[in-house]
């Protein structure tokens, strides 16, 4: 069964802190991994990963993809109150049609 | 539109009643994506369109489900016989194809009192 972990569950930093999110993976015929923003309720789209080792960036967020050992990460430098959000990681498998969510990371930033 | 409209935002019900939930996709998207999301879970799959049909509804809970999208543009989620454990965040994305990641709305909130 397809399946993403992700971890922790929640974490609380302070503003300025720089913080790492993993996402662990199973899934049959890997297409692409994700990552979504959610602070209220509709998930905004961070990143898609396919190639292992290719780091994508924007601004303060980063996030990598390794294939081998079926993980991701993303990074979050010099956090702000704003990055407050659970942090959604998800999957694509080749010739199927939906992705699979993991519970997510709750980031909570203290001021 | 500019973005997925998802109404309403916010629905309480009475178990046993019957609640539909629209979603209006960006315009020009062919394929449309229900999903639900409980507290503290993330979003989990229900049904999936390509145009006018279902292409894949693998994930709809069980048969008080339903989804259409007569036109291929707005979509209805239709819960028949509501229960409490339908209470969650509904929410619907759209997108070109897969290849080009999901837009989501900003979901329904539905409350099964």
């Known amino acids: 069964e397809d399946k993403v972990v992700q971890s922790p569950l929640s974490l609380v930093v302070h503003e300025g802190d720089t913080v790492t999110l993993n996402c662990s993976y199973e899934?049959?015929?890997?297409?692409?991994l994700l990552w979504y923003k959610q602070e209220k309720k509709a998930p905004t789209f961070l990143f898609m990963l396919?190639?292992?080792?290719i780091e994508k960036k924007s601004g303060r967020l980063s996030s990598i993809l390794d294939k081998k050992e079926l993980f991701s990460i993303l990074n979050i430098t010099a956090t702000q109150t704003g990055d407050s959000a659970v942090y959604l990681c998800?999957?694509?498998?080749?010739?199927?049609?939906?992705?699979?969510f993991g519970k997510g990371t709750r980031l909570h930033i203290l001021p | 539109g500019a973005g997925v409209s998802q109404t309403p935002s916010n629905k309480v019900t009475e178990k046993g009643k019957y609640v539909e939930l629209r979603c209006d996709p960006i315009s020009g998207h062919t394929a449309l994506y229900w999903y639900r999301q409980s507290l503290g879970q993330g979003p989990e799959f229900l049904i999936y369109f390509q145009g006018t049909g279902a292409a894949d509804d693998s994930g709809l809970p069980n048969d008080r489900f339903f989804a259409v999208r007569p036109e291929g543009s707005v979509s209805t989620l239709k819960i028949q016989r509501t229960e409490r454990g339908d209470s969650a965040v509904y929410l619907c994305?759209?997108?070109?194809?897969?290849?080009?990641?999901?837009?989501f709305g900003s979901g329904t909130r539905l409350t099964v009192v």
């Open positions: 396919t190639s292992s080792g």
């Open positions: 998800a999957v694509e498998a080749q010739g199927d049609d939906k992705i699979i």
């Open positions: 994305a759209s997108s070109f194809g897969l290849d080009y990641g999901y837009t």
């Open positions: 899934v049959t015929n890997f297409r692409s």
